[in-house]
């Protein structure tokens, strides 16, 4: 039964794909989401911490970063993960998607293999 899959369970496994956590729960993915649904979940995180934790690695490798901005910007994904954690409705925060978009379009390779300008 699905009914022995509490929130706390499911919170450990926000990091995975769903199709990675149907199998490890041994359900199948219907069941997860109708799970999520009546623990309030709408949509499963696992894509938006993806989205932190690649911004996290590229504003520490961005040598056009000051040390105040990637301090700062560090600690705001940091935060946005915990609330992403605690509440997995909750939006990234609205100053982080230039940010993302940004290091996205920097790094943003064509199918040729050629970076874009």
């Not at 009914?3 to 369970?9: A, K, S």
């Not at 979940?41 to 690695?57: G, T, V, Y």
């Not at 940004?102 to 199918?111: E, I, L, S």
Request: charged residues 35%; positive net charge; contains cysteine.
């Amino acid at each position: 039964s699905t009914n022995r899959i509490t929130l706390e369970v499911l919170r450990s496994m926000f990091d995975f794909p769903v199709q990675e956590v149907v199998r490890a729960l041994g359900i199948s993915a219907t069941d997860l989401k109708r799970r999520c649904r009546a623990l309030g979940i709408q949509r499963w995180p696992q894509r938006k911490l993806m989205s932190l934790r690649r911004l996290a690695e590229a504003v520490e490798i961005d040598r056009e970063v000051s040390e105040d901005q990637r301090k700062e910007m560090l600690e705001r994904v940091a935060r946005n993960r915990a609330e992403i954690l605690a509440d997995p409705d909750v939006e990234l925060e609205a100053c982080l998607k230039p940010v993302r978009q940004a290091h996205y379009k920097r790094n943003f390779v064509d199918r040729r293999g050629t970076p874009r300008s």
